[in-house]
């Protein structure tokens, strides 16, 4: 979960309607009225991405009466959860957005309630509002496991690219750089491991296989 302590606020007689604001968004919080851009206060999660990027300084963050974001698992089907998760090649427990310290268990509940795209899934759970770098690779894996594969948002300046992880490679790659001192079954026999080591469901006392 994540607190929300900070919005947004647009200068509208420094905005040139440039949109840069509204591409680099990643909970697409702002959009474009008579030219000037406009910030959805209900969406907003305070990430700062539109004010470091607007290039003519029209954008501040102000505080804001602290928002509580994230999915509440205790009322899900945790058994469908881990399930999306493993499919992903995350364990469930494990940590995929460390400046919100935000799980794998929370980005695979908001899709399982809906979540279509990276976007949906950061507006619900705060993933990816933060430094906004390494967490989009877990949630297009859990997308893909869900059968989801999002399209990117018109004009945005968001990536969607998903890097190869150790289970997708070749033999030839193997092969080629394991002469080199990378040791890719090793890794993939402790990643396994890891998959397979016990978790809990929210509330829950017994460890689950």
């Known amino acids: 979960m994540k607190t929300v302590t900070l919005l947004a606020v647009i200068d509208v007689n420094r905005c040139t309607g440039c949109r840069t604001c509204e591409r680099v968004c990643p909970v697409l919080a702002i959009s474009m009225h008579d030219r000037k851009a406009r910030v959805d206060p209900e969406r907003c999660r305070g990430c700062g991405n539109c004010e470091q990027r607007c290039p003519e300084h029209a954008i501040v963050l102000e505080g ?13 089907d945790y058994g469908r959860v881990a399930e999306l998760c493993l499919k992903a090649r995350l364990h469930p427990e494990q940590i995929i957005c460390y400046c919100t310290a935000s799980r794998a268990d929370e980005a695979a509940a908001a899709i399982l309630l809906g979540a279509r795209s990276p976007e949906d899934i950061s507006l619900a759970t705060g993933i990816r509002t933060g430094c906004k770098v390494e967490c989009i690779q877990p949630m297009l894996r859990l997308l893909e496991a869900a059968g989801i594969e999002p399209v990117p948002p018109p004009g945005g300046y968001q990536w969607y690219g998903k890097t190869v992880t150790a289970w997708e490679l070749t033999a030839e790659v193997k092969a080629k750089y394991s002469a080199r001192g990378f040791y890719f079954d090793e890794d993939l026999e402790l990643f396994e491991k890891v998959l397979s080591s016990p978790y809990q469901g929210p509330g829950e006392g017994k460890d689950h296989a």
């Open 64 to 76: 804001r009466a602290p928002v509580l974001v994230g999915v509440d698992l205790a009322g899900m």
